[in-house]
């Protein structure tokens, strides 16, 4: 799938690079999937011909901004600003049912441990707090019967988490009971169904639009924007929606 593929750079200067990653690329090796070989710091390490050093990360399947720093002192300084939240972060999604046209989800959230990778970790963490932002953009009723209702209704948020635990906002999402479409892990089978039979889309609609951080030097306000892909742009194309990137 990423056999030749040229990652989208939307910033770089001599201390730090940002790009569009795709769904699907994972950031770097994971022992979970460890059939991968693509990976995006890999794949941009290779591309501009430097060492990259990731400071944050997204879910494989979530596509958008993905910011890392050209050496390790810019990559501490960077990863201060994540971990105190101060860097703001919007992302978009295609969700189940009508939302609410604003709200804050406030639900704290078990940390998510991975067998192999987190062995050795605290298994009895209590909940830990967790903050979601989210707006209502478009809706859309279809005349297709997806389980119990003869009609479908989806909706596009803007989601801005305020704080940063393991699949916040698809955790968050579940809890209102608006799964992301695509997600295979915390969505709706049936509506994944629905989507891949009707649209062929094969990838949870989820996007970070938009991060914002203070250049580590300059103290200067960066704003990294990121397109949505062919298959987004679709979707909001067959749902009649205005919010294209």
Known sequence: MFEN?????IYKDEYLVAINKPSGL???????????????????RDQIGQWVYPVHRLDKPTSGVLLFALDSQTAGLLSKQFKSHTIQ??????????TSLSGLIDHALK????????????VD?????ALTKYTRLETVELNAAVG??????????????????????????????HHI??????????HNKFVRKTYNMHRLLLHCSTLEVRHPYSNAVLVFEAAFDDTFNMILKEFNWKKDK
């Open 89 to 98: 972060k919007t992302y978009h999604a295609v969700v189940r049912g009508y």
């Open 5 to 9: 593929y040229e990652l989208e750079i």
């Open 26 to 44: 994972l950031v770097h090796k994971s022992m979970i999937d460890s059939h991968e070989v693509y990976f995006a710091m890999k794949m941009l």
């Open 111 to 122: 940390e998510k441990l991975d067998k192999i990778s987190d062995k050795k970790a605290q």
């Open 148 to 177: 119990l209702y003869d009609t479908t209704r989806y909706t596009l948020v803007e989601l801005c988490p305020q704080t940063g635990r393991k699949h916040q906002l698809r955790r968050h999402m579940k809890h209102i009971s």
């Open 125 to 129: 963490k209590e909940p830990q707090e």
């Open 181 to 190: 479409l695509g997600d295979t892990k915390y969505g709706r089978g049936e």
